[in-house]
């Protein structure tokens, strides 16, 4: 790729509107500062002093984020709690510019990763034990019914699909087994728009769609009762059996070594765009995916689309203690510095 083949597809990138589904976290973030704890009266206990509160969208809403950062336009689907957790989280992807197909329901929570935060005297902080909210019993029928019902209705109005798959437990998130089905059905009747998957644990059950696995992903896919070290050689295989599977693109990224490519014309590795310095690799894979397809819905090749990835990658990986986003400006910018 040169200069100018990327510009051409970062300029389209205002112009495409992508569609997420799947399950929207609300990050909450809880600063403690240790020299005003407390000791409670009933129970003799260090009681935390929290002094600032910073909640932001997560899971598939740090994918959103990325998107929005490229200037492309969202649609966010999902299924969130009538709660308090539900109201920052929909605030959060409102100012981010997010389109709102949320479903609501009081018999639902929020998803939300609660993370106390300590201050240090030096203004530093790191992360103490989290607290997770997640459903733990399956998504009913009537709620997958909206969901499917609403998917029908926004596929046909977007130039592309992203579904985010996390939690673990089955059925109990958006992407249940049904709804699963419905997306690779959804995607061959609109063979146009690019749809592409990712999952913490069922990577291997997505038919008809890209996929975005890492290695470990991809290995316990083909590998159930795998449990050893990732291996670059065994996430190749696994790679391979993956696109057999499916016989769609599969983009494995294998962290500082870049991301191996699935094609029809074989296994390509895409290096990863070298970075020095500090480096926090969290919300990594969903600034990729966030890259790939806009990259994809943009007319780029699938080599083109995974080195847009990694070039979005190597810029929020170095944004430290935060989830970070990369502009078109900075993609640019950073593509120049690899001449």
Same mark, same amino acid.
């Given at each position: 790729m040169n200069q100018a083949r990327l510009d051409e597809l970062l300029d389209r990138f205002s112009q495409l509107h992508v569609l997420v589904v799947g399950d929207f976290f609300l990050d909450k973030y809880?600063?403690?500062?240790r020299t005003l704890s407390e000791v409670s009266l009933e129970t003799g206990l260090e009681a935390y002093q929290v002094v600032d509160i910073r909640c932001s969208p997560g899971a598939a809403g740090t994918v959103t984020s990325n998107l929005r950062a490229l200037?492309?336009?969202?649609?966010?689907?999902?299924?969130?709690?009538?709660?308090g957790q539900g109201y920052e989280l929909k605030r959060g992807l409102m100012e981010r510019g997010v389109d709102i197909a949320l479903i609501e329901r009081a018999d639902r929570f929020t998803p939300t990763y609660t993370k106390p935060m300590v201050r240090e005297s030096d203004g530093r902080e790191h992360e103490i034990q989290r607290l997770d909210i997640k459903n733990r019993s399956p998504l009913p029928a009537e709620v997958e019914d909206l969901v499917i019902g609403r998917l029908?209705?926004?596929?046909?109005?977007?130039d592309g699909v992203i579904i985010a798959d996390q939690v673990?437990?089955?059925?109990?998130?958006?992407i249940t087994d049904r709804v699963r089905v419905?997306?690779?059905?959804?995607?061959?009747?609109?063979?146009?728009i690019v749809f592409a998957a990712d999952s913490r644990t069922r990577?291997?059950?997505?038919?008809?769609? @890209?996929?975005?696995?890492?290695?470990?992903?991809a290995t316990l896919a083909v590998r159930p009762d795998w449990a050893g070290e990732g291996k670059l050689e065994l996430a190749r295989e696994s790679g391979a059996v993956l696109f057999r599977r499916n016989r769609k693109p599969v983009f494995l990224t294998i962290g500082a070594q870049g991301i191996l490519l699935f094609t029809e014309a074989g296994c390509e590795r895409i290096p990863a765009v070298p970075v020095s310095g500090q480096i926090d690799i969290v919300g990594a894979g969903d600034s990729v995916m966030?890259? @790939?397809?806009?990259?994809?819905?943009s007319g780029a090749e699938p080599s083109e689309a995974a080195l847009l990835g990694n070039l979005v990658a190597s810029i929020t990986i170095q944004q430290i203690g935060t989830t970070g986003t990369a502009t078109p400006a900075q993609?640019?910018?950073?593509f120049r510095c690899l001449k």
């Open positions: 809880l600063v403690i500062d200037d492309v336009q969202v649609t966010a689907l999902g299924v969130i709690g009538d709660d029908r209705a926004l596929v046909p109005q977007v673990p437990e089955a059925n109990c998130g958006v419905e997306t690779g059905e959804l995607a061959l009747r609109h063979p146009g990577i291997g059950l997505f038919q008809h769609v @890209i996929v975005k696995p890492n290695a470990r992903e966030a890259g @790939i397809v806009s990259a994809l819905c993609v640019r910018e950073r």
